[in-house]
């Protein structure tokens, strides 16, 4: 009766229709997954990672800026189902696309990142919006040159591709727009380089 039964941490394991599952929707390997499921649940015991995580490890790979509003557009895109945290699965897809994705794929992803109100098409204010999120990102808020160029950079290529020239552009002509553009590419994608 006073004994009392010492609980033993479980440790968590994913099932074989999850590893399955996750190896249909991805381009890794088991033993990926399995790593990706460890150092996750390593951060995150309880297997959800909060906005506030998020922040904290965008904080540490961006030390120079300020990353709140960038990190929490990404939080909300990777965020699939909209609970408010982010589960393993939701976590590996993201991480596949990031590492693993072409071109085409992270693109699509950017455009889903920075089209705010979910409408489908970026308008200038959405545009200028994720100027000022990447450039507090990279530390360089207050970089009104800078600013001042790309934008200048980026609407002399909406002039070119926006096709009824409505200076809204649409995730297809946002695609062909960096897909043909290494600067505006790698500004706009901060997360990643191809």
């Known amino acids: ?7 033993k941490a479980i440790k968590p394991e994913l099932s074989q229709k999850q590893i399955e599952y996750l190896k249909m929707r991805t381009r890794m390997t088991e033993e990926e997954i399995q790593k990706w499921f460890h150092g996750f649940y390593k951060d995150c ?7 506030k995580q998020f922040i904290h490890m965008y904080k540490q790979a961006f030390p120079e800026g300020d990353v709140t509003q960038y990190a929490k557009r990404v939080f909300v895109t990777f965020d699939k189902d909209n609970s408010g945290k982010i589960d393993f699965n939701e976590f590996l897809l993201a991480m596949d696309l990031m590492e693993k994705g072409n071109l085409e794929e992270k693109l699509r992803y950017a455009f889903e990142l920075y089209d705010v109100d979910k409408n489908g098409i970026l308008t200038r204010i959405e545009i200028e919006t994720i100027i000022r999120m990447v450039l507090s ?9 800078l600013k001042d160029d790309i934008m200048k950079h980026l609407n002399g290529f909406i002039a070119k591709f926006d096709e009824n020239n409505d200076m809204k552009i649409s995730q297809d002509e946002f695609c062909r727009i960096c897909s043909q553009d ?6 706009l994608s901060p997360n990643f380089s191809s």
């Open 182 to 187: 290494d600067y505006l590419r790698e500004f």
């Open 137 to 145: 990102l990279r530390g360089e808020a207050n970089n009104d040159r």
């Open 45 to 51: 015991p309880d297997g959800l990672l909060t906005q």
């Open 1 to 7: 009766m006073g004994a009392s039964e010492s609980k």
